[in-house]
């Protein structure tokens, strides 16, 4: 017990609450851009995968992603907490207590799933929503995590660096996202009416609350108050300032006008993008990853979702994969260890086979993700049905799945 850090474990229980945060932020932000029949059904999504994912995790899902394994995945020497005491845990930090670490784990296997509801807003059935997230919790978020993180996990050996979750979580949750939108179709209406943002500032409120959530999910990371947490916090910061304006640059010379959705879609990119990279490069990369995130993310959404016709409702895809991979691959190029001397230097700094590593870490979470996500998908709508009929579709999710309606009075 006397190892145990004190500014060190309050910073991280912090981070923990401002991770947590996050979800009902991601609620605020999707819940706005849905119609007004449906926002009760994404703020419901949310708040019940904080509820089962922090028993699961609990249970046996931090087992099974960070305990005692092989290199793939762990085993169930920590189900229930056993062994997942109040004293350190040197393998993962050795100045906060271990259940510190593990709680604040448990806020970005929360949040993971919940990006996915994005991409099939609107048109999955409740019941078939929570038995396909607890699967994929177990079955995909649970192995990524522990060959990326995990002591002795795959993808960690190859000398890959993901400070705080670019491949985890947004490659993870961003192509999962792709499996669900192909596999459950599009909604009604969709190729023949828009379905225009409902509440605007909902959507706004929830990027502000993810930006400012976001500081416990990178700055956090580092597990310490220190200068590596600082760096996390400056480089996040930076990052999420120059997508957001260069979102609304692109758009103001390509549509004449810049947008508040534009900048707040491009503001949560750049948190993306810098996710994987926040404690390895400096404020110099940042700002190149924040600008060309925006580019990429841009061009996924505004122009490969129309052209393939796909129904990714909410951009899951658009933004977490393609911005997660590019967030990636740029800690491939930027990272020095001049910031972090345990990590490693990039292409930039004298070290191309790091980029090469990097690519290899995007590549294992795309297969394994989309192949897994595709099965389990398959699984659930054999057995129980993933979508809702077109009549509760029409009627809308907040009255046909939850007998309840957001709005009294109607517009």
């Given amino acids: 017990m006397d190892q145990i850090n004190s500014g060190d474990t309050a910073w991280v229980l912090v981070s923990s609450a401002l991770v947590m945060l996050m979800t009902p932020g991601l609620a605020f932000f999707y819940g706005g851009m849905v119609r007004r029949k449906n926002i009760l059904g994404v703020l419901m999504q949310c708040f019940t995968i904080l509820c089962i994912i922090s028993l699961q995790w609990v249970l046996f899902g931090y087992s099974l992603s960070f305990g005692p394994g092989n290199p793939f995945i762990g085993g169930l020497d920590w189900a229930g907490l056993k062994g997942v005491g109040l004293e350190p845990y040197a393998d993962y930090s050795a100045t906060i207590p271990h259940q510190a670490f593990m709680i604040f784990q448990a806020m970005f296997a929360v949040i993971t799933p919940a990006l996915i509801i994005g991409a099939f807003a609107e048109r999955m059935k409740f019941s078939s929503f929570i038995v396909f997230s607890l699967l994929w919790a177990t079955f995909v978020y649970a192995p990524i995590c522990h060959m990326v993180w995990g002591v002795g996990g795959w993808v960690r050996s190859m000398g890959a660096l993901d400070f705080a979750g670019g491949t985890v979580v947004h490659i993870n949750a961003g192509i999962a996202a792709l499996v669900t939108a192909l596999f459950i179709g599009k909604r009604v209406g969709y190729e023949n009416k828009s379905f225009p943002i409902h509440n605007l500032p909902f959507t706004v409120l929830g990027a502000a609350l993810l930006w400012f959530g976001w500081f416990g999910f990178n700055a956090g990371s580092a597990l310490a108050a220190n200068g590596l947490a600082a760096n996390a916090f400056v480089t996040t910061n930076t990052a ?11 758009e103001w010379k390509l549509s004449g006008k810049p947008t508040m959705f534009g900048m707040a879609t491009g503001a949560v990119a750049g948190l993306v993008a810098i996710t994987p990279a926040a404690g390895f490069v400096n404020v110099c990369g940042a700002i190149i990853i924040g600008l060309l995130v925006s580019v990429f993310c841009f061009i996924a959404v505004g122009i490969l979702k129309p052209k393939f016709g796909y129904d990714d409702s909410l951009d899951a895809f658009g933004v977490h994969c393609v911005g997660g991979a590019w967030g990636a691959i ?82």
């Avoid at 190029?333 to 090469?356: E, M, R, W």
Wanted: glycine share 8%; net charge negative; charged share 15%.
């Fill in 240 to 250: 999420t300032a120059a997508a957001g304006l260069s979102w609304a640059l692109l």
């Fill in 330 to 411: 740029a800690t491939g190029l930027f990272a020095t260890k001049s910031v972090n001397s345990a990590g490693a230097d990039g292409f930039f700094y004298g070290n191309p086979a790091q980029l090469i590593i990097q690519l290899k870490a995007v590549a294992v979470t795309v297969i394994y993700t989309f192949v897994v996500t595709a099965i389990i998908f398959k699984v659930v709508d054999m057995i129980m049905g993933m979508r809702v009929t077109s009549e509760d579709e029409v009627m809308g999710l907040d009255l046909t799945q939850h007998h309840e309606r957001a709005y009294t009075i109607l517009e």
